[in-house]
């Protein structure tokens, strides 16, 4: 992905306390007796919306999906719901470069994060991103994808205006692909694109 910026998310389990209850009795007093543990309270997590089926059974396809739904002209809205719905509810996304004084800050964000900051810019401007090369690693259900990408304003420019590498975590639940975590890092003058990552590996 490009030009993102910000975020983070988390859920902590909270235990209630467990309480002595002691009982009175009269005559010699009885071992108190202790109140039955409380039952953990479960985080409150936002609804996930429903992903596509077909945007989910396979890496070719949530790859795909994950560039189709950022790409458009300007002031074509976004089907938000459908990105949202490819991510673990835990899901990050991240861009990384180099600031003029040398040091490469790492901007973290969610998904949400991510559309926020961007619905007002792509009002405005043409973004289709697409991908070039790709490298792909998997272990049981654990996917690590390098994807290279391009970024045009237009989807008929004959260059693009930025390139760069996608590195896409990819996690299987057994019925379907998430994305956990998306980071990326664009192309510029002092990072040049090496000819491997240029061509399928």
């Not at 089926?53 to 950022?70: G, H, K, M, N, T």
């Not at 299987?172 to 399928?200: C, F, I, M, T």
Request: proline share 8%.
């Amino acid at each position: 992905m490009h030009r993102l910026a910000q975020l983070g998310l988390a859920a902590a389990l909270t235990m209630a306390a467990c309480v002595p209850a002691m009982a009175q009795q009269a005559a010699p007093t009885a071992p108190a007796a202790l109140a039955a543990p409380a039952a953990p309270v479960a985080p409150a997590t936002p609804a996930m919306p429903a992903a596509r089926p077909a945007d989910v059974a396979s890496i070719d396809a949530i790859v795909a999906a994950v560039y189709e739904v950022i790409s458009g002209p300007a002031g074509a809205p976004r089907d938000w719901n459908r990105m949202r719905s490819l991510f673990a509810p835990e899901g990050r996304m991240a861009a990384i470069g180099m600031r003029p004084d040398g040091s490469y800050p790492l901007r973290m964000m969610t998904p949400d994060d991510y559309i926020a900051r961007n619905t007002k810019a792509f009002a405005t401007t043409g973004f289709f991103e697409t991908e070039l090369a790709r490298r792909v690693e998997t272990f049981g259900q654990v996917a690590h994808v390098f994807s290279t990408y391009e970024a045009r304003h237009a989807a008929n420019d004959a260059k693009p205006f930025m390139r760069g590498v996608n590195s896409i975590q990819l996690v299987h639940d057994g019925k379907r692909w998430y994305v956990l975590s998306l980071l990326w890092r664009a192309e510029d003058a002092a990072l040049q694109l090496p000819e491997r990552y240029l061509r399928n590996g």
